[in-house]
Nanobody
């Protein structure tokens, strides 16, 4: 019913920047929270940031505070993750998600994109 499609991943050197996008398709009226997650090889999926869409309130994982910014453009039905000062430990597959409650726990989300790869070299 709801489809999420990520884009904007790529390979950059440490200290560089990337801007990820998540296009939203379908009826998201009951999905009032959107989030970004990531998963590195051999590691658990980690919540990165979320946004409460009616107001714009946000939360971030401690590891990305001050470097990443989650934003939304409701008119374009798009979610963004601006990533600055990238570090090798940011290397992961990044996923966007939508749900009815804001959380950095993956089980709170109903819909998921297929992911976009981010690779940061030292």
């Amino acid at each position: 019913q709801v489809q999420l499609v990520e884009s904007g991943g790529g390979s950059v050197q440490a200290g560089g920047s990337l801007r990820l996008s998540c296009a939203v398709f379908g009826d998201t009226a009951s999905s009032r929270c959107m989030g970004w997650f990531r998963q590195a090889p051999g590691k658990d999926r980690e919540g990165v940031a979320d946004i409460y869409t009616p107001i714009g309130g946000t939360h971030y994982a401690d590891s990305v505070k001050g470097r990443f910014t989650i934003t939304q453009d409701n008119a374009k039905r798009t979610l963004f993750l601006q990533m600055n000062s990238l570090k090798p430990e940011d290397t992961a597959m990044y996923y966007c998600a939508a749900g009815d409650v804001c959380s950095l726990r993956e089980y709170e989300y109903n819909y998921w994109g297929q992911g976009t790869q981010v690779t940061v070299s030292s």
